[in-house]
Nanobody, 126 residues
Framework: QVQLVESGGGLVQAGGSLRLSCAAS????????MGWYRQAPGNQRELVAS???????????NYADSVKGRFTISRDNAKNTVSLQMNSLKAEDTAVYYC????????????????WGQGTQVTVSS
């Protein structure tokens, strides 16, 4: 069964940096879209960044306006991992960050459902 596991969260001072990583496992052949969402207390879960890749189209990345120029998303298709480099962190970036994947082909089935990691806490102090 497909699983997503995040790592890299923690406490950092405003202006600092963190790098989040997510590894997908489960006899995976390919993944269409991988990305990161976040949810702060009292807020809805929101898209932070995503990156789409397929054998029939070029890869492309999308970012929330609030993180453009500060965050960079990348993925390694051979390892089925996705990372989020977060620079110039602000207090408003504090949230639980969730790894996300959709469109997963395994050795036995294709799934069009959304997969989520357990989440990792990012806290930015000011």
């Amino acid at each position: 069964q497909v699983q997503l596991v995040e790592s890299g969260g923690g406490l950092v001072q405003a202006g600092g940096s963190l790098r989040l990583s997510c590894a997908a496992s489960g006899n995976i052949v390919s993944i269409n879209v991988m990305g990161w969402y976040r949810q702060a207390p009292g807020n809805q879960r929101e898209l932070v960044a995503s990156i789409t890749s397929s054998i029939t189209s070029s890869s492309r990345a999308n970012y929330a306006d609030s993180v453009k120029g500060r965050f960079t998303i990348s993925r390694d298709n051979a390892k089925n991992t996705v990372s989020l480099q977060m620079n110039s962190l602000k207090a408003e970036d504090t949230a639980v960050y969730y790894c996300h994947a959709n469109g997963i082909l395994t050795t036995t089935y294709y799934s069009g459902k959304d997969y989520w990691g357990q989440g990792t806490q990012v806290t930015v102090s000011s």
